[in-house]
């Protein structure tokens, strides 16, 4: 029992013992200032710093609150180092400033110069000093150069101590090298091959001109922008289940190169099943409806052709006077037949009105370029697939490094407010350049232009064009919307000198040309032009009788007019793989001068269509041109003459009627005012070099130049003869420009033709 009292009385005095000490703890975590203290500010004020503490004297705290002050204050982001430290009825902060900025180096940079890394980071001279902020700035920099494919670029910040407790801080940076694609592959494509669709990628696989091309640097944003490039090349040919699973890039083993594979899911490909129309108001025909319809059964399933239908459907209600008509496709999938059947339903929409449209952020461009971009204004009704093709048509201007088109709600229910905000970006340049072609030779070329002319959106050029034998001088201004948003206006003026060039005579040309065209249906436009016009030879030396009696005539004016009709639906029609293009061109002059009555015809058709899953194009082209005078005769400055871009194989002027003696001594060509010629070729890829930017083709061309209207001595061809000629040729895609090579042999041709074996032509500018 003893034993027993003696634990119990221990264990009492145990418990009693503990609960006092907590209370006497409990009591020692209470505080009561009668004064707050502040030590080591020197640019920060004392009161200031109590305030960041949230404490104030004569109020009682405990340790939490002591806690929270001192995070306050280290939260301010102001001191390096904080203590709060409470004696009886007195609280001491101590703090320790951070410095302040002093100035802001970069070191090591080449490719990225010192004000754009300034632009990319936070901190600035005079401010204070957070190490925070170097490790956000030091981020910034290395994302800035990952931007550029350049990833394993290292960023070191250095702080150097100054007097006055300034710092400055250098950015030291390794540029590191462009992390480049070494390799794309493809996994789960089985109707296009990999070549195929690496040619629709923006990526490219790094070669041998890795220092000077740039797409095959390795970009993230550039690989989404890849993923959507292949779902839109599947959706537009009909599978409209295609996915890009996953893009998996795996650093080589030197962790300079990545290999890209996409792993795709092709699905089927579908087509228009049953079309049909669909009316929900009362007031519409659907017959009315019938002819904006192009999508029929059996055509190629496309979005883009879904959404150009929705489009038609709402023009004609517009032109039908039919207000808030929405159109609304129904598809409905058979997996049995690979089909969609649609229905478009023509349905009542909202009562929306557009109340008015807002535009920000034009410094240079006026609000009328903006605004006419909408084909509905302020009181419409609001139809959101006009504010949508608005948005690309303003984005498609090319004046703009941003644009947002956005809508809401306006002042008053049932109205819209459309907000319009972009970004000015240059639209002007001056480029030097260089040229090369067989014909001309080596040029160079001075060119001015400004695609926004004040403002206004009219486009504004002129160039200087100079060979070894010939000078052109030209200029053009173009209103894309006069008096109305499909009609465009274009005036060019053009000067041109040759000396000697194939001929044994100068020329000197000037045209004075202004045009207005329009499109006439969605793949159909029209041009409608006017020509003044100078021509001139001179300084004939050698030549024959037919060119000396044309040098005669001197200088020779003319006036007339003509059109251009063109029909083309490649890339742009119901199939991506295949189009046609019809270019028909009709002059007319003679109207006033001293040229007689004539008329000038030209014809192109031209036909495509890609095979073995778009691998290969095979394109057939019809040329065909007719010169006839009613009055008077034509000169060889007049007539047709056969470039190696028209007739491939022969020299400048080297095949069609000449007139040539004995000797040789007099060898003049002398131009047809008829032609006709018919181009048979083929494009292929080339696999082992297609990552070099190499593509291959063969091609057999056939023409005939004949007729001058003249006659004299040692007139040769002016019957015509049919020329046949066959080559290869290899395309270059290089950072100097596209290159082509074309090697050919002439099958059939006149003695006294001038053949061109080997043609290289670049036209490039830098």
Known sequence: MGSIRNFLYLSTLTLCVFFTAGAQGAMAQDFSFYRIDVEGNKRIEASTIVTYSGLATEQVFGADDLNRAYQNIIASGLFESVEVIPNDNLLVIKVSEFPTVNKIEFEGNRLVNDDTLRSAVGLQPRRVFNPDKVDGDRSAIAQLYADQGRLAARITPKIIRRSDNRVDVVFEIFEGGLTEIERIGIVGNRVFSDRRLRRVLDSKQAGFLRTFVRRDTFLTDRIEFDKRLLTDFYNARGYIDFQVNDVNAELTEENNAYFVTFNVREGQMFRYGDVTLISKRSDINVEDFQIAISAETGDVYSPTLMEK????????????????????????????????????????????????????????????????????????????????????????????????????????????????????????????????????????????????????????????????????????????????????????????????????????????????????????????????????????????????????????????????????????????????????????????????????????????????????????????????????????????????????GFEFAGMGPRQRSDSGIINDSLGGNKYTVAKFEVDFPLALLEEYGMSGGAFYHAGNLWDTGASGNGLLYDNGAWRHVVGATLYWTTPIGPLRFDFTRALKKETHDEERTFDLSIATRF
Not at 604 to 617: F, H, K, L, P, S
């Open 309 to 648: 239908n929705l489009s038609r459907l709402e023009a004609r209600a517009t032109q039908l006077g039919l207000d808030f008509v929405r159109v609304t496709p129904r598809v409905t999938r058979n997996d049995a037949d690979l089909t969609l059947d649609v229905d478009f339903v023509l349905e009542q929409g909202e009562r929306v009105f557009v109340e008015r449209i807002d535009i920000t952020g034009n410094t240079t461009t006026l609000d009328r370029v903006i605004r006419r971009q909408f084909r509905n204004s302020e009181g419409d009704p609001f139809n959101p697939r006009l504010i949508r093709e608005a948005a690309e048509r303003i984005r498609a201007l090319g004046f703009f490094g941003n644009a947002g088109v956005n809508a809401r709600e306006g002042t008053q229910p049932g109205q819209i407010i459309v907000d319009v905000e972009v970004e000015e970006q240059p639209t002007g340049s001056l480029q030097l350049g260089a040229t090369y072609s067989g014909d001309n030779g080596f040029g160079v070329v001075i060119d001015y232009s400004e695609r926004n002319f004040l403002g206004r959106g009219q486009a504004l050029s002129f160039a200087i064009r100079s060979g070894i034998d010939n000078t052109a001088y030209e200029f053009n201004f173009t209103e894309p919307e006069f008096l109305n948003p499909e009609l465009r206006f274009n005036l060019g003026l053009s000067y041109g000198e040759t000396d000697n060039q194939g001929a044994a005579y100068d020329t000197r040309i000037m045209d004075i040309t202004p045009s207005l065209s329009f499109p006439i249906s969605e793949y159909t436009r029209l041009s409608l032009r006017g020509k003044v016009s100078a021509t001139q030879m001179l300084n004939a030396s050698g030549v024959g009788s037919i060119i000396d009696a044309e040098e005669r005539l001197g200088r020779l004016n003319d006036t007339g007019f003509g059109f251009t009709y063109s029909y083309d639906t490649r890339g742009v029609g119901l199939d991506p793989s295949s189009g046609i293009a019809v270019i028909y061109n009709q002059d007319f002059g003679g109207m006033a001068g001293g040229k007689g009555a004539y008329s000038k015809s030209r014809i192109r058709t031209i036909g495509e269509r890609a095979i073995m899953n778009e691998d290969i194009v095979l394109r057939g082209v019809l040329e065909a041109g007719l010169l006839h005078h009613s009055e008077g005769s034509s000169r060889v400055t007049d007539r047709f003459l056969l470039p190696a871009t028209v007739l491939r």
